[in-house]
C-alpha cells in the first residue's frame, strides 16, 4: 500500500498572527519600563563573617516577584496559541500571582478571574480588582484547581495553570530571569558567588529555575527550599514522597497542601521548615531594620537564611548568602501586622524577636539549626531551638 501523503492539520482555532505580534510587543515593553530589581544587604554583625542579601522583588510594578512569573506565563500561553484576543484568562492563586495577571489581562484588553480561597488577604483581593480582575472565592486552598479549570471551560476562557507551568514558562538559561540577575548585581561583592540561594515554594517555579541557572552555569552554589509549616513540600522531599498532601501554610505566597507539578525536587541541596511564629516575627525585624514592610514569605526566607548563616559561622566558613523579598509587607496590614490577628491565630512572636535582637546585637553564635534535610545525607533533622517553637 501506498504512504499516505503528508498533510496539513488546521488548528481547532484560527491564531490571529497579528494580534500575537501586538501583544508580545506590548509584554515586551512592560519588560523595558521595568528597571531590574535592587540587592539589598542587610544589616548583620561583623562577627557573623558572612554577607546577606535580599533581591527586592516587591519593586515591581506589580510588586512582588510573582510578575516576573505572570509575564512569562503570558508569554508561553500566548505563544502556544492558548490565548487571543478575545480569551477569558482564568488563574488559581493564593493573590500575589493573581494581581500580577490582573495588570498583563489589563494590559492586553483582556477579561481575568482569579480563583482564591476566602482566607487569602483582604488587601490582596482588592489588588486584584484594582487590576480590572474578579475574584471567586473558594472554600480552601486545595479547591482553587478544580474551580479555575471549570470556569475556564465554562467561559471558552484559558486557565494559565501556574502551579504546572511556572517551572516550564521560565527560561532557566538566562534571558535576564532572576538568578542571571542575581549573580550580575553580585560580580563586585566581597563574595561574588554565594554559598546559598534560599527561597520558598509556591508553585516551585523560582526554585526550578534558579536550581537548574546554577547547574548551567557550573556553580558551587547551593539551592535551599525553605517550607513554612502545614506545607507539603518539607516532607515530600526528604521522604522522596510526590504524592504526600498537608493541610496548607498560613504563610501567603508559599507552602501549598500538595507537591506541584513545577515543584523539581531533584535541583533542591537543602530544605528546612520554619515555624509560623518565627516567619512572622523575622518578617517583623527584617522591616525594621530595612525601614520598608515585608510579607510573610520574606520573613520565612530570611529566618532561614539567618540559620544558614549561623551554621556558616560555627563552622568557621565565611561567605556570602542571597535570599529574596518576596513581596511588599502593605498586603498584609489587617493579618500578620495584627497584633489582635497574630494572637488569635495563637502564635507568640516573642521569643523570635528577642532572638534576632540579640543576634544583631553580636550574639551571632545563638541562631537556631531549624528542622532541615540535605540532599547529600541522610535525614539531617534538629527540633528546632526553644525560642522559635
Not at 59 to 88: E, M, V, W
Not at 300 to 310: E, I, P, Q, R
Request: with cysteine.
Amino acid at each position: 500500500m501506498g504512504r499516505e501523503p503528508v498533510r496539513d492539520v488546521a488548528p481547532k482555532a484560527p491564531i490571529d498572527r497579528g494580534w500575537v505580534d501586538w501583544a508580545v510587543a506590548r509584554l515586551r515593553a512592560d519588560t523595558l519600563r521595568s528597571a531590574d530589581t535592587h540587592l539589598l544587604q542587610l544589616r548583620t554583625p561583623a562577627e557573623l563573617g558572612v554577607d546577606v542579601y535580599l533581591k527586592d522583588e516587591s519593586t515591581h510594578p506589580t510588586g512582588s516577584l510573582k510578575h516576573r512569573l505572570a509575564r512569562s506565563l503570558f508569554l508561553y500561553a500566548i505563544c502556544n496559541g492558548d490565548i487571543g484576543p478575545h480569551s477569558t484568562v482564568v488563574e488559581a492563586s493564593s493573590g500575589s500571582t493573581a494581581i500580577s495577571e490582573a495588570y498583563f489581562a489589563r494590559l492586553l484588553g483582556l477579561p481575568f478571574v482569579a480563583v482564591v480561597a476566602r482566607s487569602t488577604s483582604p488587601d490582596k483581593l482588592a489588588l486584584i480588582e484594582r487590576e480590572g480582575g474578579r475574584c471567586e472565592l473558594v472554600g480552601s486552598a486545595g479547591a482553587v484547581y478544580e474551580v479555575a479549570r471549570r470556569l475556564a471551560d465554562e467561559l471558552g476562557g484559558h486557565y494559565l495553570d501556574q502551579f504546572t507551568n511556572a517551572e516550564r514558562a521560565t527560561d532557566w538559561r538566562g534571558n535576564n530571569n532572576i538568578a542571571e540577575s542575581i549573580f550580575d548585581q553580585l560580580t563586585l561583592e566581597h563574595f561574588s558567588v554565594p554559598e546559598w540561594i534560599v527561597v520558598g515554594a509556591g508553585t516551585g517555579g523560582t526554585a526550578a529555575t534558579i536550581g537548574r541557572y546554577l547547574r548551567h552555569r557550573r556553580l558551587p552554589t547551593r539551592l535551599s527550599v525553605v517550607d513554612p509549616e502545614g506545607s507539603v513540600f518539607f516532607d515530600a522531599w526528604r521522604f522522596g514522597d510526590p504524592t504526600r498532601t498537608a493541610t496548607g501554610s498560613r504563610i501567603e505566597g508559599i507552602g501549598r497542601p500538595r507537591v506541584e507539578p513545577s515543584f523539581v525536587p531533584s535541583v533542591v541541596d537543602h530544605m528546612a521548615r520554619v515555624p509560623d511564629a518565627a516567619s512572622l516575627a523575622a518578617m517583623r525585624w527584617c522591616s525594621h531594620t530595612l525601614g520598608r514592610l515585608v510579607g510573610g514569605s520574606t520573613g520565612t526566607a530570611v529566618w532561614g537564611a539567618l540559620s544558614l548563616a549561623g551554621q556558616m559561622h560555627r563552622e568557621g566558613r565565611p561567605g556570602s548568602i542571597v535570599t529574596l523579598i518576596c513581596d511588599g509587607g502593605e498586603r498584609y496590614l489587617k493579618t500578620y501586622y495584627d497584633d489582635a490577628w497574630v494572637a488569635e491565630a495563637g502564635m507568640d512572636l516573642t521569643p523570635t524577636r528577642v532572638a534576632l535582637e540579640e543576634f544583631l546585637a553580636g550574639r551571632v553564635a545563638e541562631l537556631p539549626v531549624l528542622e532541615q534535610a540535605h540532599r547529600d545525607d541522610s535525614v539531617r533533622a534538629s527540633p528546632p531551638a526553644p525560642h522559635v517553637q
